[in-house]
Structure formats: C-alpha cells, structure tokens
C-alpha cells in the first residue's frame, strides 16, 4: 500500500468551525474525490496515482462524520455536505473542479454540481442510486437484491442501529464489505473496519441516511432543472449494474454510461484499472 502514498499530502481545512481532512496529490486540474459508506479517503489510493501521473491535483476527501474529519451532530442532508465539501475546496484554493462520487459521495457530488453549477466542470458518479431521482425500491425483493437494501432502513431508525453494533462496529463493517464486494482480496476492509470502530463514527454514518428524507426533499427540486456539465455513470456487474446510469437519465443533458464486470460494489478498489480506463477519458474530455 505504501508505493501509493508517498507524494500523499495531508491539509485539514476549517469549515464553520469543523476540521475536514483531504489527501492530496500531483498538480494540474483539480479533481475532488468523494467517497461512500463504510469508507474513507482511502478508497481512492489507485485513482488517485492514476489522476497524479496523468497531470491533475486528486483531492481525496473524508466527508463529514468520516475518516479524520470532524463529526458533527448535524448537516449530514446532501445540500449540507456538498456545500461543506465546496467551501473546502474554495479554502484550497480552486474555484472550478471536477468531482467523481462513490456511493453516498455519488449523492454527495449530484448535489454538489446541481447547487453549484459554476463550480463542477466535470461529474462522474459510481455504484448508487440518489434517492429522490430513483423511485423507492419495494420492501419485499430477492435475497441477492435485499442484500444492497436492507440497511436503508436499519441506519435509518434511532437509536436501535448504535444501541446493536457497540462493542460489535468491526463485525458490522466486515458484513458489509463481505456481502457487497465481490473481489474481496482488493479491497482495504481492515483500514475501513477500524475507521468505522472509533468512538462516533457509526453514528456519523448513520446520520447520512437519517437525513435522506430531506434529502430526497432537495433532490426533488434539483430534479426539476438538469446538470449542464459532462457526466459520467459507472455501475459494477455484481453490484447496481446499470442503475447509476438509470438514476441520471433525464437529470444531465451530456450523459453516458459504464459498466465493469467481474466486479462488486466496492469499484475503485476491485477493479482500479478497469475504473480508471473509463474515467480518465472522460475527463480529459474524448467522446466515448
């Protein structure tokens, strides 16, 4: 793991009086990496090398409530977070970027180009639906799709979800990456699992699907006008397979889609180079 972090930075920025952490490497264009739930940074070691070699600056985030940046009792809607994330890139110094989002960071980087248009040049989103673009999925489904839905509804009721994983946040955060990944050898579960088993962190995570109700409350307005940038959906075969690409249509006037195979949820991990071959050429702008 070592031979990705050694031209890393590390710069904490203060945001209404919350500590963000960024990794940062290379130089160029700056491209704002956000990743999902349980992850950190972390996520996007192998892209970021990828983005440092090809001439951009790869700016990693931990969101809030994640990895060694602040958790907050609050703000943990979409608007809120990606309104952090962009005064965290202003403090940085970059007032146009390009965004990639993971999962919850897919919810992350929509609101962010959709709140602020000007800012996001480029908007590439993998493996999740946003809720309130999506229709709601039905409560009674398979057991291979109720495997990606039923924490929806877990991490969202108070309470029970911290009072059941205390003492227990490694074991709950290796079932998820145990069910949801399918190159499970690629990815960094450890790093994740001991994240996620400091004091606060579960609650954090938690906090984001709490807050879907507003979020889909925003998303129902940001769905009335569609993104003018670029962007690109890319699903994972064993994984949502083409739904990121579904939850978009309609909602980005320039919109292709991706899917990689022989891979689980976890994307930039299982299958980096495959990831990386679709969003390089996307961003450098050459027509699919």
């Known amino acids: ?21 960024c990794a940062i490497t290379g130089s160029g264009k700056p ?16 892209v970021m090398a990828a983005l440092a070699s090809q001439g951009y600056q790869a700016i990693a985030i931990d969101p809030p409530g994640s990895g060694y940046s602040d958790r907050p009792s609050g703000g943990y809607d979409t608007g809120a977070v990606a309104a952090t994330l962009h005064r965290a890139m202003l403090a940085l110094g970059h007032t146009q970027y390009d965004v990639v989002g993971h999962d919850i960071g897919m919810w992350v980087g929509y609101a962010l180009a959709s709140d602020f248009p000007q800012a996001v040049t480029k908007l590439a989103l993998t493996e999740a639906v946003i809720p309130g673009l999506a229709p709601a999925p039905p409560i009674f489904v398979a057991p291979a799709d109720n495997i ?3 924490h929806f509804m877990f991490n969202q009721v108070p309470d029970l979800p911290e009072m059941l994983t205390a003492g227990k946040e490694r074991e709950y955060i290796r079932f998820i990456f145990d069910r949801w990944s399918y190159r499970r050898d690629k990815v960094a579960v450890d790093v994740y699992a001991e994240a996620y088993a400091t004091p606060g962190a579960l609650r954090a995570g938690f906090a984001y699907y709490r ?4 979020t889909i409350r ?23 397979n083409d739904a990121p690409l579904l939850t978009m249509q309609g909602k980005a006037s320039i919109l292709q889609g991706a899917i990689v195979t022989e891979c689980g949820h976890f994307i930039m991990e299982e299958q980096p180079e495959a990831f990386i071959a679709h969003l390089l050429p996307f961003l450098a702008g050459v027509a699919a």
């Open 211 to 214: 807050a879907i109700p507003e």
């Open 1 to 21: 793991m070592h031979q990705h972090e050694n031209h890393i930075t590390h710069e904490y920025v203060r945001i209404a009086g919350q500590r963000l952490h």
């Open 218 to 240: 925003q998303n129902l307005e940001r769905a009335k006008r569609s993104l003018a940038m670029p962007v690109l959906a890319i699903g994972a075969d064993h994984a949502t």
């Open 31 to 46: 491209v704002l990496l956000i990743p999902g739930w349980p992850q950190t940074w972390y996520a996007w070691r192998h």
């Open 148 to 150: 990606f839905l039923w």
